[in-house]
């Protein structure tokens, strides 16, 4: 979302006396209307205080109504909107929350806060996104959605090309601080994906899992781990077989929960844009909650390099 005009401050001010001094071209009223209604961002945030207190190199950003309430929009999510375009949308997804919903939880999803953002957004009210990836409720981290069916479609047909990874809390080190994990994977009746021999099930699926040891504390090891294919927890099912599950991920034989949560976070995403073709690729910061785990004793373990 580009700005109308930008603004670089070149010493200490209040927000609305620097407006007053630098649109001389807008009355007063105008101004304090502009800034009311969440025109105004400095440095990326919308602000409405009149004594905000500016500092010599922020960027103060004048919007247009259309791009205000887009703004107000972004504020109103409870997550990071990281990218949008008219083709697709990149979100942060928090721990805790479902990407689509279910019978018993629909609204408190991935799928209906941003169907509500879009059709807010569109002149008819008929907006709509698509799913085109997901990530289990309490891992977190980078997600698109298309925002057609053809979008999607595009998507999907070339998510061979994209690239995943993910940062992952293990109990204990792996004795190999890289390598690769390869399996079968299978799904049974009761939604559990294991390891089987290749032959055992035609509905076993070829899965890939690449990691490196990124950091360790002698009790967890921190793993950069990436995708070579999209399987159904693959990540919890490899590394359980690795002998080292998740932390918090009870389901694949995890015994501690450090973080009150699964720890395992989508940090990296590339792949194609489907209307250009051109690559578009997305970063996520390491979640804080990963940096310093809790042990017994009330004391606390950091990771080192």
């Known amino acids: 979302m580009r700005p109308m005009q930008t603004l670089r401050v070149a010493g200490p001010d209040f927000l609305l006396n620097y407006l007053f001094k630098n649109l001389p071209g807008l009355k007063?009223?105008?101004?304090?209307?502009?800034?009311?209604?969440?025109?105004?961002?400095?440095?990326?945030?919308?602000?409405?205080?009149?004594?905000?207190?500016?500092?010599?190199?922020?960027?103060?950003?004048?919007?247009?109504?259309?791009?205000?309430?887009?703004?107000?929009?972004?504020?109103?999510?409870d997550f990071p909107?990281?990218?949008?375009?008219?083709?697709?949308l990149v979100v942060d997804k928090p721990p805790?929350?479902?990407?689509m919903g279910t019978d018993r939880r629909r609204e408190q999803t991935l799928y209906f806060k941003l169907t509500d953002y879009v059709r807010a957004k569109s002149p008819d009210g008929r907006g709509r996104v698509f799913i085109v990836h997901r990530l289990d409720r309490e891992s977190s981290g980078l997600l698109v959605f298309a925002k057609s069916e053809k979008t999607k479609r595009a998507l999907q047909e070339n998510w061979d090309r994209a690239v995943k990874k993910y940062?992952?809390?293990?109990?204990?080190?792996?004795?190999?601080?890289?390598?690769v994990i390869e399996s079968h994977l299978v799904e049974d009746a009761f939604k559990r994906v294991y390891s089987s021999a290749p032959k055992r099930s035609r509905r076993s699926k070829h899965a890939v899992t690449r990691y490196r040891v990124f950091r360790q504390n002698?009790?967890?090891?921190?793993l950069d781990v990436t995708l070579e294919t999209g399987r159904k927890n693959q990540i919890r099912v490899h590394l359980s077989d690795l002998g080292h599950p998740i932390a918090g991920d009870a389901k694949y034989?995890?015994?501690?929960?450090p973080i009150g949560r699964l720890a395992l976070h989508a940090y990296y995403?590339?792949?194609?844009?489907?209307?250009?073709?051109?690559?578009?690729?997305?970063?996520?910061?390491?979640?804080?909650?990963?940096?310093t785990l809790p042990r017994e004793g009330g004391q606390s373990i950091s990771f080192t390099y």
């Open 218 to 222: 002698g009790r967890y090891a921190l």
């Open 253 to 257: 034989g995890a015994r501690t929960d």
């Open 28 to 77: 007063k009223t105008k101004i304090r209307q502009v800034l009311k209604y969440g025109s105004v961002r400095v440095n990326g945030r919308v602000v409405t205080s009149h004594r905000h207190a500016l500092e010599a190199g922020d960027l103060v950003d004048l919007l247009s109504e259309k791009e205000a309430f887009t703004a107000r929009l972004r504020a109103r999510l």
């Open 269 to 291: 995403l590339s792949f194609p844009h489907p209307s250009t073709g051109g690559p578009k690729a997305f970063h996520s910061r390491l979640p804080k909650d990963f940096e």
């Open 96 to 99: 805790g929350l479902l990407t």
């Open 81 to 88: 909107l990281v990218y949008e375009d008219e083709a697709i």
């Open 167 to 179: 940062y992952a809390i293990t109990e204990g080190v792996p004795a190999k601080k890289e390598g």
